[in-house]
């Protein structure tokens, strides 16, 4: 079937380091890309979705990078911080007004900021 | 508001017991779901449902049951438990159908079987 999937389970930085997490998709009718963050012992948490017509989405720290010629998907964490270790899981949803509304969740990258 | 509550926090049950995972909102969210996170894995989507009266099935439905008479409320019927239903338990909601990929999720429910 068709899934989301993460290149690597563990990235480690420095603190103050630049993080990019990255993810490989193989649905080319996704509309949406997005990222959640979960802390150890919480729910997961959005952190920012790109749609599919765009490269580029800019939040708070973070930016996601989207590449459909290679489907590719990328989270970039600016100036990484303590409170960024978490594992992080891209997800993408299917396009269309019918049908199954779900999303499709990769396996995670955790992310550990070395002090 | 308090988001989205689920209880218990944990769970332990014995093989062919029942019980039920309760799941709430108060954000008048009409899009809520469950998902089951097994360890060193993404989370897999059990049922949804995008407004009272209305669900339907995820990627691993088998053994679970939902109903959604209310906006607030989207309990998950576990019906004769089985080892392989081990995980942690995710409710989730978002505002609409159109945006329904932002979810705000629960604190989660640890279900053991044994």
């Known amino acids: 079937g068709e899934n989301v999937g993460l290149h690597l389970p563990t990235l480690s930085v420095q603190e103050g380091d630049n993080s990019i997490i990255n993810c490989a998709y193989s649905?080319?009718?996704?509309?949406?890309f997005i990222w959640y963050k979960q802390e150890s012992g919480k729910g997961p948490q959005f952190i920012i979705d790109i749609r599919s017509n765009m490269d580029k989405r800019q939040g708070q720290r973070v930016t996601v990078l989207l590449n459909k010629t290679v489907k590719h998907l990328s989270l970039q964490i600016a100036a990484t911080q303590p409170g960024d270790s978490a594992v992080y899981f891209c997800?993408?949803?299917?396009?269309?007004?019918?049908?199954?509304?779900?999303?499709?969740f990769g396996s995670g990258t955790r992310l550990q900021v070395q002090p | 508001n308090a988001g989205v509550t689920q209880t218990p926090k944990f769970q332990v049950l014995k093989t062919g017991q029942s019980m039920t995972l309760q799941c709430a909102q108060d954000m008048n969210h009409e899009y809520m779901s469950w998902y089951r996170q097994d360890p060193g894995m993404g989370l897999r989507l059990i049922h949804y449902?995008?407004?009272?009266?209305?669900?339907d099935q995820g990627e691993v439905p088998n053994g679970y049951n939902v109903s959604r008479s209310t906006t607030e409320d989207f309990p998950l019927r576990l019906l004769s438990a089985a080892p392989s239903q081990t995980s942690v338990y995710f409710c989730?909601?978002?505002?609409?159908?159109?945006?329904?990929?932002?979810?705000?999720f629960g604190p989660g429910t640890r279900l053991t079987v044994t």
């Open positions: 997800a993408d949803r299917k396009a269309g007004d019918t049908g199954r509304r779900a999303l499709t």
């Open positions: 989730a909601s978002s505002f609409g159908q159109l945006s329904y990929h932002e979810q705000y």
């Open positions: 449902s995008v407004g009272a009266g209305i669900t």
């Open positions: 649905n080319s009718a996704s509309d949406y």
